[in-house]
């Protein structure tokens, strides 16, 4: 902590009176992160949250008084806390507007009174406490600087061997970590930030003037810069300017506002204080740093906006010519300079060296950039981005070629433009794990290289220029090499063996063919290789190739195919030219394949085809199109012929295709449909761990369905699963294994034989030590399982319940969602929730209500419920926690329908006890439940009046029901078609129809009829509500009608 404050933290220039905090994105995030970490240590480290600072942290704050609530003495201009040190001494004193915090209980305490200025507060205790780790541990941690390891804070501490000691050391250590977390954490916010250069921001100006002047379709009236002299550096700010990064300062008239004055530097554009009376500028900034010019007008004029939108593809286009400006001279010289070089060349000698450039000219582009934001404008890029997918993805990505009459060479290189936009498309796609583009590894030519870097070379100069027969043994003699390492893959690369390579499997000659595709098949494993592949245009060739009538050419094709089709291009390419239809044609490797016995008089090398056709479409079926494009040329029946095949071989790339394209609902029905599941489940027991990951991952998929898990329980699928767990060193298998039994425990009766085969057992030893991917999995599987009594009991006797309840202060979205439904389900029952008490499982389940993620939101409400009923003293328990009534009542302006329903439910029972009720009534939870009552969803419905008929039970809550007219809507409920919803509805009228004016509102809304036909109900509760409505709207009409005669 004391070196991120120390280093990182932004400082205001010396000389300004006293130096606070700048206000930067960096500063933003320390002070989070700061905050994250005070907020959470009095849950995460409750004893070493009552442990006396050395000195009080102090500083000015903007908390009211009144703001403190329980556990304080509260007075006019002083609060003090009730608890208090050893001598007395209050642990939180604040005497307006100066604060002192001497523990960390105090301070997490306090953070969470701040609510929405907690960042500024935090702010104001670093700025009044430059050196707080001192004032914590003590003076001598003064000396303790980032050479200070944790073996030096162990020295420092335990000389004296006491309880304090222990204590002091364990904070030591905790503020250590959060020193290493900050560090760490600005370092990813520095590397995100791209410094602007003047020539970038010259381009940007000399572009505004151009589209700037008089009139209603131009951007701006005006800009121009301060001073006209610019220096040779392309800044023109003065000199002592430029030393803190600043560029130039520009004059900048939009239409609608007033003259702004900005200051262009590299860290960004801001507005500074302006001209002074003696035009002068006034340097010093106002407001946030924007990462450009444009960025910045269009925040502080709406016109500019406007008016950049309806001209913003001229002024891209504007923007790409400035960008390409630098690079069109060289390029038009680069052929003559290679003529002047090669005096006495030959034509072919020639064409080879514009071949050599324009190899360069593809491999410049495959660099990354740090220019890349500047060279394309980012939100032009998003929807030209957006309409290619769509228009690749459902009408199949064809490209219209336009202009054949273009030359040879220009067509070329119109090729290699299009690809490089359909490159750029490509990098968005979220299919595949290989989208980013990896870093281009080219040979420094003084680098020292093997001898057989050199050799391959030769060889390759001889494929180049040798007969047929010279062709072959070069590439038998390459074959040779070991072109699994990364220096021959690249010498063949480098010296352009790549394009012969393509060119021969062009050519009529079957050795040749096989040879090249046997040098491409090794070589195409490196990510850089494969993407030059696309690019020279050898997948095409490859698809034609698979209608040979050689089995070798089309098993060596396949295989390079699948190797090749590891990121979306190559897979769109595989589709375009046909090649998904005649990889499926593979399979249909022998008519009588349905019939296992006959399998062994198959043709190996049919056998070894087909095997070949499932690997390329393995790799291809990570397309959404391409998983379309295989069932429509009937691929699923063939590959349910093959999963009946005893070569384990064949099995994997079938069972890995099956795996990817189940995800699809469509696959899934067909999957039923050719009686898959049965050889799936046999699979299971095979000895290959990879085809059992499959296998499991495929179940896993398909067993979203109620169907498909009875088929497995009726094939005997859960009994192997259940055995597979046992194995857990195979990770990727045991995240397959674990998420077929999660989906499976979804129907009661596989929970059952789970039961039986001691899986809840296993499960619960699997909630310590195993990756995320099988904790999310593991966790889904106990939420499932604990639904049931028995399996409640069997988490909680073999030690499950801590586990789950550590799971609670992760960050990952999935397993919070699963560990609030696991740790829900286990409170049910009243053992279970006096461990979680214990264990300060509800204050973290009511902590996840923050969380910005609505599905975890809704799952940890929906996990409060049970806990709330079932705690001892739940009324008490509800209202130690800080804020956390509020925090529940202002869920319910959310806009997602799941969490209002789970805030509704916990209403529900937090509204049981009276103090509490009458706690959130006065933040205002009628007239927000009111506000709800006009849904169509009928969960929510449910929940809804449930909640509404508890909240009745306070003051003139019913009134208030009727005056935010909550009434007649619930009336509308009694239509439903949900009993559950009658029900609830039925009561909550009841309880309003205590109020006259609202018995008016039912009776004008027709409740009377609706409510007779549910006295007949059998659903007892739901006869008394309604009988009880309807007498209390008839007994005012009696009233009513007696007043009227009397």
Known sequence: MGVALGRLVQWTAPGHGTRVLEKTPLNEAI???????AESFIYKHPQEAKYVFVEPLEWKTDLNPSAFESGYVVSATTVKSEESDENGQPLLFLSVPQIKVRSFGQLSCFLLIAKDTKLKEAQACIEGNRNPVAKILGLDYNTMKEESSILNILDKITKDNDTESEIKMKIAILLKQLDVNLLNHSLKCISLEIPLHPAAVKNDIELLKRFSGKGEQTVLESIKYTSDYEYPNGCRAPPWRQILGEICYVLVKPHDVETLCITCSEEGVFLNGGKTDDEEINYERKGVIYKDLVTCLKE????????????????NEELQKEKNKPNETPKKEAPGALRKAIPGSDKTMLEKNQINFGKSNMIKRLEPSLNWKTTIDSKEYNVFRHRVSIHEERHGGRVEKSAPSVSAGKAQLIRKSGEKVEEIVSESSSESEEDEEPPDHRQEANADLPSEYWQIQKLVKYLKGGNQTATVIALCSMKDFNLAQETCQLAIRDVGGLEVLINLLDT????????????????????????????LGGLPIMVNILDSPHKSLKCLAAETIANVAKFRRARWAVRHHGGITKLVALLDCAQNSAEPAQSSLYDARDVEVARCGALALWSCSKSYANKEAIRKAGGIPLLARLLKTSHENMLIPVVGTLQECASEENYRAAIKAERIIENLVKNLNSENEQLQEHCAM??????????????????????????????????????????????????????????EYKAIETLVGLLTDQPEEVLVNVVGALGECCQEYENRVIVRKCGGIQPLVNLLVGINQALLVNVTKAVGACAVEPENMMIIDRLDGVRLLWSLLKNPHPDVKASAAWALCPCIQNAKDAGEMVRSFVGGLELVVNLLKSDNKEVLASVCAAITNIAKDQENLA????????????????????????????????????????????????????????????????????QALYQLSEDADNCITMHENGAVKLLLHMVGSPDQDLQEAAAGCISNIRRLALATEKARYT
């Open 919 to 986: 706690v959130i009534t006065d933040h205002g939870v009628v007239p927000l439940l009111s506000k709800l009552a006009n849904t169509n969803n009928d969960k929510l419905r449910r929940h809804l009046a449930e909640a509404i008929s508890c909240c009745c039970m306070w003051g003139r809550n019913r009134v208030a029901f009727g005056e935010n007219k909550a009434v007649a809507p619930l009336v509308r409920y009694l239509k439903s078609n949900d009993a559950n919803v009658h029900r609830a509805t039925a």
């Open 31 to 37: 002070l989070k992160e700061i905050i994250m970490f």
């Open 698 to 755: 495929a179940i896993y998929q398909c067993a979203e369905d109620e169907e498909t898990r009875d088929l497995v329980r009726m094939h005997g699928g859960l009994k192997p699963l259940a055995t597979l767990l046992n194995n857990t060193d195979n990770k990727e298998r045991l995240a397959a294994v674990t998420g077929a039994i999660w989906k499976c425990s979804i129907s009661k009766e596989n929970v059952t034989k789970f039961r």
């Open 300 to 315: 502080k004029s709406a016109k500019f906006s406007e008016n950049m939108s309806k001209q913003k593809t001229r002024f």
């Open 508 to 535: 009529d000659e079957v050795k040749c063919k096989i040879g090249s595709l046997k040098i491409l098949k090794e070589i195409s494993h490196n990510p850089q290789i494969r993407r030059n592949i696309v690019d």
